[in-house]
């Protein structure tokens, strides 16, 4: 009897059990077969394909295309020859011609004025413009406005029933989010290309000496000789960056500048034709902890000042060459960077403080912020060498009144550098021929016994501060002494 019913309750116990298997294996297929469950609505690639289509129809109109014509002087190519020129050159020095160099790059209509953005090397000393529009229509374009450090240029041209394009925000944008590029390479009109945000905040140089591009977009669509000038656009069809760059040689890397740096410049570039930037007037570099070190700062923070430029702000309260800036308004700086955005935050004409560390002693000025003057970059000539110091890697000479005349110096003192040695650390700090010397370790220098003096004071492996001039301006290089075996 008690058999049975253990028996009977066993059987209930296994066909409950079979029952939850297979209901348990009916839950999981069902989950299997169903459609995921997404957040946002699924995005098919013919979706993907139309919106990036819907984006190029819409934004081509307003892009165009820039041909420029610019005169170059050329001249008999004799004169390169070392030996024809030599003999000959003097004689055949006039016969040099003037010839036409043509160019293209790309823009886009912001407003029915007719002004559009392009990037200033598109149209750098451009003596014809000619804008043609994607219906074909043919202008005259005038440049209104024309900034160097951005890269940036307004060409208007009178039209009526412009296409236009909407400026969008580059603040927002993603790495990885997707970008659509047009423009006109190599000629080749309404090119449309597709990539996604690579980066952002990127700093490229501009192959002028000293001058770096700051905070560009990079961009894996593709961006070719010709794009310059033309439109980045979002997924929702809005500027977010104008095409500029690309690296010769690289797969892939292209480089658009912020929508919104363009945004600030718009109404400057209009209105005056140029830019306004607040300025304090020096030439500024980050404290290394060897710069540290030899100023006896206790830790590497604050800017350097390298140079104070003639007549600035800076200049007018009393800031020198080789005080620390440490704050502004009260807020802390310690990158170059950093000082650059507070000042250029501040308007031109507003007063702010300033607070230096000199001789360990903080001092604090009141400084009238005006605005950065153009200033034209100038290359050096490489003089003759003639003393060797082995521990620096540098060969030195005195500056005489005819290398001052050489190098188109303001007067004669210092050292000048006429060699650097491969590999050194002179070599790796960037220092060239034809720089002048006007320290060491904060020792004015007038002759070579006297720079002789400072490196035979060196510990093997110490620093040496130097104070270079370059390009009309100054700036502290440390280098490592090397050891001598």
């Known amino acids: 009897m008690i058999k049975n019913k253990l028996l009977k309750i066993n059987k209930k116990l296994i066909v409950t059990t079979i029952l939850i298997l297979f209901l348990s294996l009916s839950l999981i297929v069902q989950?299997?077969?169903?459609?995921?469950?997404?957040?946002?609505?699924?995005?098919?690639?013919?979706d993907l394909?139309?919106?990036?289509?819907?984006?190029?129809?819409?934004?081509?109109?307003?892009?165009?295309?820039?041909?420029?014509?610019?005169?170059?002087?050329?001249?008999?190519?004799?004169?390169?020859?070392?030996?024809?020129?030599?003999?000959?050159?003097?004689?055949?020095?006039?016969?040099?011609?003037?010839?036409p160099q043509k160019g293209t790059g790309s823009g886009f209509i912001i407003n029915q004025e007719g002004y559009i953005i392009t990037n200033e090397h598109v149209v750098h000393k451009a003596e014809k413009i000619k804008v043609t529009l994607s219906d074909g229509r043919e202008f005259t374009g005038e440049v209104i406005g024309s900034d160097?450090?951005?890269?940036?240029?307004?060409?208007?041209?009178?039209?009526?029933?412009?296409?236009?394009?909407?400026?969008?925000?580059?603040?927002?944008l993603r790495v990885g989010e997707i970008v659509v590029a047009i423009g006109n390479p190599y000629g080749l009109q309404q090119t449309v290309t597709m990539g996604v945000v690579s980066a952002k905040g990127r700093s490229i140089p501009t192959g002028i000496e000293g001058r770096v591009y700051k905070d560009f977009i990079q961009t894996d669509a593709a961006i070719n000789p010709g794009n310059s000038g033309g439109p980045l656009l979002n997924t929702k069809g809005e500027v977010v960056g104008i095409n500029t760059a690309i690296i010769p040689f690289a797969q892939g890397i292209g480089f658009a500048i912020p929508i919104n740096i363009a945004k600030k410049n718009i109404d400057d570039l209009i209105n005056l034709g140029k830019v306004r930037r607040s300025?304090?007037?020096?030439?500024?570099?980050?404290?290394?902890?060897?710069?540290?070190?030899?100023?006896?700062?206790?830790?590497?923070?604050?800017?350097?000042?390298?140079?104070?430029?003639?007549?600035?702000?800076?200049?007018?309260?009393?800031?020198?060459?080789?005080?620390?800036?440490?704050?502004?308004?009260?807020e802390e700086v310690n990158s170059p960077e950093?000082?650059?955005?507070?000042?250029?935050?501040?308007?031109?004409?507003?007063?702010?403080?300033?607070?230096?560390?000199?001789?360990?002693?903080?001092?604090?000025?009141?400084?009238?912020?005006?605005?950065?003057?153009?200033?034209?970059?100038?290359?050096?000539?490489?003089?003759?060498e003639k003393v060797f110091s082995v521990q620096t890697g540098l060969k030195v000479e005195s500056v005489t009144t005819e290398i001052a005349k050489e190098l188109g110096l303001p007067w004669v003192k210092g050292l000048v550098i006429t060699e650097v040695v491969p590999g050194s650390s002179a070599d790796d700090m960037g220092l060239q021929q034809g720089d002048i010397v006007l320290e060491a370790n904060?020792?004015?220098?007038?002759?070579?016994?006297?720079?002789?003096?400072?490196?035979?004071?060196?510990?093997?492996?110490?620093?040496?501060?130097?104070?270079?001039?370059?390009?009309?301006?100054?700036?502290?290089?440390?280098?490592?002494?090397?050891?001598?075996?």
Do not use: C
């Open 49 to 99: 394909s139309n919106s990036i289509a819907d984006i190029a129809e819409k934004n081509s109109p307003a892009v165009v295309n820039i041909d420029t014509v610019r005169m170059v002087e050329t001249q008999n190519p004799f004169l390169d020859d070392p030996i024809f020129g030599h003999f000959f050159g003097d004689q055949f020095k006039e016969y040099t011609r003037t010839i």
């Open 148 to 172: 160097t450090t951005s890269d940036m240029a307004i060409v208007k041209i009178k039209a009526d029933h412009l296409p236009l394009v909407a400026l969008g925000d580059s603040d927002k």
């Open 31 to 46: 989950t299997i077969n169903a459609e995921p469950q997404l957040d946002k609505p699924y995005l098919s690639i013919e």
């Open 338 to 384: 950093e000082l650059q955005d507070k000042i250029g935050n501040i308007e031109i004409n507003k007063e702010v403080n300033v607070e230096i560390v000199r001789n360990g002693e903080t001092i604090s000025f009141i400084v009238k912020i005006g605005e950065m003057p153009t200033v034209e970059e100038e290359g050096s000539k490489t003089p003759k």
């Open 279 to 330: 300025w304090l007037g020096v030439y500024i570099q980050e404290v290394t902890p060897e710069i540290a070190k030899q100023f006896n700062q206790a830790e590497a923070k604050g800017v350097l000042v390298g140079d104070v430029v003639k007549n600035s702000p800076a200049e007018g309260v009393g800031i020198k060459t080789g005080d620390i800036i440490k704050k502004v308004n009260n």
């Open 442 to 485: 904060r020792t004015e220098l007038s002759s070579v016994e006297e720079w002789e003096k400072v490196i035979n004071k060196l510990e093997p492996e110490g620093t040496l501060l130097l104070l270079v001039f370059r390009n009309q301006h100054t700036y502290y290089v440390p280098i490592k002494v090397e050891k001598i075996d």
